[in-house]
């Protein structure tokens, strides 16, 4: 549960907490406190240590008031779940007569990929109500509060205790109470009924005309038919319900102006009523301009469960027009009969679709009616500590469905780039299709000539398999019937399906419906991760038709777009608050889209994560929960391309149990996105970026204050709250619980809920590497530190340039590896290097606490990359700074422009002569790379032991091993065939690159390396170049690369991140050696060997002369 604070009110804590309570003896048992004032704004900090787990607080006001009387004294008590020797509560106001000024910007700016931790919001007036310290620790307390003056609105108590010296919560919300009469908290529920307005032609929900009657501006007749809740909540509060066993059931409204109609929405149910299997179907209807010949729309059954169904019906053209009736009727009995059960309509809607907006943009203040349809279960008041009105859903009972729903906006764009099409101009190739021809017998479709499908027996379409590893977004234009032969019933409707293979069963994408697409109609569906495989196909088919040239459909322009418009051309913004301060597990909203007037919604973005899915990475998906929403937050989304239509609409609709689960939203902004997103640090509005404090430019892009350039990290301390280079640390303890990593403690992620660490906002600009040291569990199954082994339980690394709005992926770290502590070190691309960026390191999904765990440590973000060495001897300073030398000098040597060489003559040969690095921290994926070069095709002094060694000391030189030792076949106990890391002069008489994996002896936290020559003449000259010690590359760049900071540069006629060769290598090889000549060849390097004629070396071999290996 996160919990709010205060950032103005850290010094009232500590002054008012470090004070002793001298009231409690002036005053009896209670002590008293008066209202003081000051001025307090509304921050986030981390919350306490984390290693506390679930704390529960309640507040007890004595006769539960339901409002406070202004200077009335009361009794209250507050109780937790665990001690506490410390507590301060402070009430927040949020009257604006309480407020001494406000901020703009609303809640803060964080969203696609992330939830907030802190929130921007306004500046409060605040006061406190209790402060209490002791040495003996407690779980309650009682005292007496004095309520303020009149006009100061509504108060939230809210409460920070210590034990200890630690935090144990901090600004946890215990209960909210307004004052007597409160201006600001009344209640209200907006009248949605209207007719004839710029966005509605026709809605009721009921709710909005008094004394529960129908209004008569809308309704002209209603046979056996009452409003109210006489069937419970249908959508919200009351509906009209027909109950009357007896004779006719019908509802009719007055004459509508329906030229710019669109569709008639209405929800139909028998909410705690009976209801009947055999009770007459209830026919929908419309008559023009009073006469009584009605003309049926639909055909609907009868309730037969407890379920509420809203009904989308398609309006034709024939039921458009100046004075346009609609009626629902339940077919006649037969004599003798009685109807058996009661149903219900509620929240009954005619769209005008004439004034199509471009933007909706809505802070509630007041509220506009015509941006909403419906929202069910919610009152628009001053609520959860908004800034003004919000929407307040308040999980009490009778609220079937809690869900916000906005009008239709246009967000359609002229920059639509198809990644592949399909006109059908002339017979597509690879298509599976029966029944069609390609024609313009239902007229134009999208242009020129398209896919009717007419013919007897089967009718089917299917596109060729493709890869939709990279689309999002499928899109055709569909019509049935128009001026061709129409659809009679829902046994004509099409369906959508998509087929992947390998799998057999069909995924159904949508029912295109009969009466639905009368005129060409843009289809957009979205391609879900499920779908985004290397071979996946769409198909469309008709469930049953009545011959040839009847029920007839057709197709034009099928075409596959990204997840994702290049230009992020449209977002949506909004601030929601899940709880409203109070501890809701299981609460959650889903935000979702309809681009065909709300018959069919999908999730606005889904995940998308490595190893669980093979589509473009997404990490964010528009559901969200209590655990990480319980405060204020503002999201900002970029819009996919499958809501960017002309007809798209906007739900927020609340997941699972509703009773006791508050939520709210606010500060709603849909439209053409602000520049960069403001940032992430504004409101968007129609005008443009509306900028939060401290931050301004037409992006909101320049801050008033300087962010760290240089992090380094090695958490030593045990409280999370006192690691000020991180905005948010999430189910995680400071602990040896996964060893020592670097060392010391490790920040250990092994606990339930949400695992992350996000770093503050850094300036990066002048950085260049972000390095640190990662675990992911252990290979021991007794550990402690439990290896993740499902996929999607690695971990991610991303950076956001944008306070979180997107996150880019920078690394992977899967399950499968890391059981060992390794050190990391990530060269930051371009577009992290900048002002305002952040990381975040997150695990997606783990089983629960103390399974799947992962650590980090030693976190540093820098220019110069730590604990590596990388040189090529160009630059004097870092080889004095990396390297220490005897007998050695950086000169030019064998061809190579800056070496260190070790050259000169005998005198000195009693001494050996090396070179020797700093002492540095080696781990698990380290690797050691050089070039080496003896001699230089001069002759080594025979007989001698003049080779060079490399070795290794982890007690700063005290003693030395070699790092790679003798490992032959006819040895035991070997893991590996391994030769010493001992050169010899006739493998280096040229330039050579030796690359070393570090093998575990070698890593410790100060390890040296030296390579040295014993032995040596004047001819036993030997030189190193192109020095590299730090985290391997990939595949160690298959020997055919430099690996320079963890990344390859390829040798010439290679390529790639792993130097994969340009052109194909070949697959045989035969050399018989036979000729003298050419034979070289065929092989990179042959050392100590000839060709030799069957009378010398060891005679015949197979056939003639063989190549003999005789020489020192």
């Known amino acids: 549960m996160e919990r709010s604070s205060w950032a103005a009110r850290t010094f009232l804590l500590a002054l008012l907490l470090g004070a002793t309570l001298r009231a409690r003896a002036a005053v009896g048992y209670y002590p008293r406190f008066s209202p003081f004032f000051f001025l307090c704004t509304h921050h986030g900090e981390l919350e306490g240590d984390g290693e506390q787990g679930e704390v529960l607080i309640s507040l007890h006001i004595a006769g539960n008031p339901t409002y406070y009387v202004p200077g009335q004294e009361y009794h209250v008590t507050i109780s937790t779940s665990t001690f506490f020797d410390g507590l301060l509560v402070t009430g927040l106001y949020t009257s604006t007569s309480a407020q001494a000024s406000q901020s703009i910007g609303g809640s803060n700016a964080f969203g696609f990929g992330i939830m907030s931790d802190h929130q921007f919001g ?42 200890r010296g630690q935090i144990i919560f901090k600004d946890a919300l215990a209960q909210q109470l307004c004052e007597q009469g409160a201006p600001t908290e009344t209640t209200m529920h907006p009248h949605l009924a209207e007719i004839h307005s710029d966005s509605i032609i026709l ?36 509906a009209v319900t ?57 055909k609907i059954r009868a309730p037969s469960n407890v379920s509420t169904i809203i009904h989308i019906l398609y309006l034709p053209e024939d039921a458009k027009g100046e004075n346009i009736q609609f009626q629902w009727k339940q077919e006649n009995l037969r004599v003798g009969e009685v109807y058996e059960a009661c149903w219900a309509l509620d929240n009954i809607l005619v769209i005008n679709s004439a004034h199509r907006q471009v933007i909706l943009e809505d802070s509630l203040d007041p509220v506009d009616t015509g941006n909403w349809l419906f929202f069910p279960g919610a009152t628009v008041k001053h609520s959860c500590q908004s800034d003004g009105n919000s929407i307040y859903f308040h999980g009490n009972e009778g609220s079937e469905f809690n869900f916000a729903t906005t009008r239709d906006v246009d967000l359609s764009t002229e920059d639509i780039q198809d990644q592949w099409s399909e006109e059908f101009e002339s017979q597509p190739t690879g298509w599976d299709i029966l029944g069609a021809v390609i024609g313009t017998e239902c007229g134009t479709i999208e242009s020129g000539l398209s896919m ?74 979205v391609i879900n991760p499920e779908l985004q495989t290397p071979a996946t196909k769409f198909c469309l088919k008709q469930k049953n038709h009545q011959g040839h040239n009847k029920n007839v459909w057709a197709v034009d322009f099928f075409h596959v777009l990204p997840v994702l418009p290049s230009t992020m051309s449209h977002m949506i913004q909004f601030s929601i608050n899940l709880g409203c301060g109070t501890h809701q597990p299981g609460n959650s909203v889903s935000l979702e889209f309809s681009t065909n007037h709300g018959r069919s919604w999908s999730l606005l973005h889904t995940e998308c994560l490595p190893e669980i899915c093979a589509g473009p990475h997404l990490p964010h998906s528009t559901i969200y929960s209590s655990e990480n929403y319980s405060g204020w937050n503002r999201i900002t989304i970029p819009l996919p391309n499958a809501a960017l239509t002309q007809d798209t609409r906007i739900r927020w609709r609340q997941i699972g149990p509703i009773l006791g689960n508050m939520w709210a939203i606010d500060n709603v902004y849909i439209g053409p996105s602000c520049l960069k997103f403001c940032s992430g640090r504004g409101q968007c509005t129609r005008h443009g970026c509306k900028c939060d404090p401290g931050f301004s430019g037409p992006a909101c892009e320049m801050a008033s204050q300087t962010f760290p350039m240089f992090i380094s990290e090695s958490f030593g301390s045990s409280r999370l709250s006192s690691y000020h280079n991180f905005y948010s640390i999430r189910g995680a303890e400071v602990s ?115 399974e ?148 575990q002896k070698t890593w410790s936290g100060a390890t040296r390396f030296r390579w040295s020559q014993s032995y040596y003449t004047a001819q036993d000259e030997w030189a190193l170049d192109s020095i590299y010690i730090g985290q391997q590359c990939p595949n160690m760049c298959n020997g055919h690369g430099s690996c320079d900071h963890g990344m390859c540069r390829c040798d010439q006629r290679y390529q790639g991140t792993e130097c994969h060769p340009e052109a194909a290598l070949p697959s045989t090889i035969m050399s018989d050696f036979e000729n003298q000549n050419g034979w070289e060849s065929d092989w990179q390097e042959v050392i100590g060997g000839e060709i030799v004629k069957p009378e010398q070396g060891c005679g015949v071999i197979s056939s003639g002369s063989s190549l003999y290996f005789s020489k020192v």
């Not at 080496?932 to 030395?960: A, F, I, R």
């Open 122 to 163: 306004n500046q409060f007036m605040c006061s406190v109500v209790a402060s209490h310290v002791s040495h003996l620790p407690t779980t309650n307390l009682s005292f007496v509060w004095i309520a303020p003056p009149a006009g100061t609105g509504c108060v939230n108590f809210m409460a920070t205790a210590t034990h």
């Open 242 to 298: 027909f109950c009357e066993p007896y004779g006719p059931r019908e509802l009719i409204t007055t004459g509508l102006n329906t030229t710019t109609a669109s569709v008639l929405q209405f929800s139909i149910g028998s909410g705690s009523c009976r209801f009947s299997y055999s009770d007459p179907n209830i026919i929908v209807s419309y008559a023009k301009n009073n006469t009584a010949d009605w003309i049926q729309l639909e």
């Open 203 to 238: 809605r009721d929900d009921f709710d909005s005309y008094h004394q529960l009657e129908l209004n008569p501006n809308i309704w002209v007749e209603c046979s056996n038919c009452e409003t109210g809740e006489q069937c419970g909540a249908i959508m919200h509060g009351n």
């Open 452 to 525: 009717v499908f007419l013919k007897d027996g089967e009718r089917k379409l299917c596109t060729p398999y493709m890869d939709t590893t990279g689309y999002g977004n499928l899109r055709f234009y569909f019509v049935m019937g128009g001026i061709c032969d129409p659809g009679d019933s829902h046994e004509n409707d099409i369906i959508l399906y998509a087929k992947t293979e390998g799998r057999k069963e069909h995924i159904a994408l949508d029912t295109l419906s009969y009466s639905s697409y009368k005129v060409p109609s843009l289809v957009s569906v």
């Open 852 to 999: 799947d765990v992962w650590a980090i440590d030693e976190i540093i973000m820098t220019s110069v990359l730590f604990n590596s060495i990388s040189l090529d001897f160009t630059n004097l300073v870092e080889v004095t700074q990396s390297l220490g030398f005897y007998l050695g000098n950086v000169q030019p040597y064998c061809g190579h422009d800056w070496t260190l060489c070790f050259t000169g003559d005998s005198k000195l040969a009693s001494s050996m002569r090396y070179v020797e690095t700093q002492s540095m921290q080696i781990g698990a994926s380290y690797m050691i790379q050089f070039s080496l070069v003896m001699g230089c095709g001069q002759k080594y002094t025979p007989h001698m032991d003049n080779q060079v060694k490399l070795e290794y000391s982890t007690n700063h030189g005290l003693t030395w091993h070699l790092v790679q030792e003798e490992c032959l076949p006819s040895m035991p106990s070997c893991q590996e065939f391994t030769s010493a890391s001992i050169y010899h002069a006739s493998e280096f008489t040229q330039w050579r690159r030796v690359i070393v994996l570090l093998p």
């Open 736 to 850: 040896f619980g996964c060893g020592v990593l670097a060392s010391g403690k490790a920040l250990v992620f092994n606990k339930d809920g949400r695992r992350q660490l996000i770093t503050s906002f850094l300036d990066s600009s002048q950085s260049r590497f972000l390095q640190f040291t990662l675990r992911l569990g252990s290979k021991s199954v007794l550990s402690t530190c439990r290896a993740p082994d499902q996929p999607g339980e690695g971990v991610l690394l991303h950076y956001s340039y944008d306070n979180g709005i997107t996150w880019k992926l920078l690394e992977h770290y899967s399950y499968l590896n890391y059981h060992e502590p390794r050190i990391i070190s990530v060269e930051l691309p371009d577009d992290a290097r900048q002002f305002g960026i952040q990381f975040r390191w997150w695990q997606p999904y783990h089983s629960s606490q103390g």
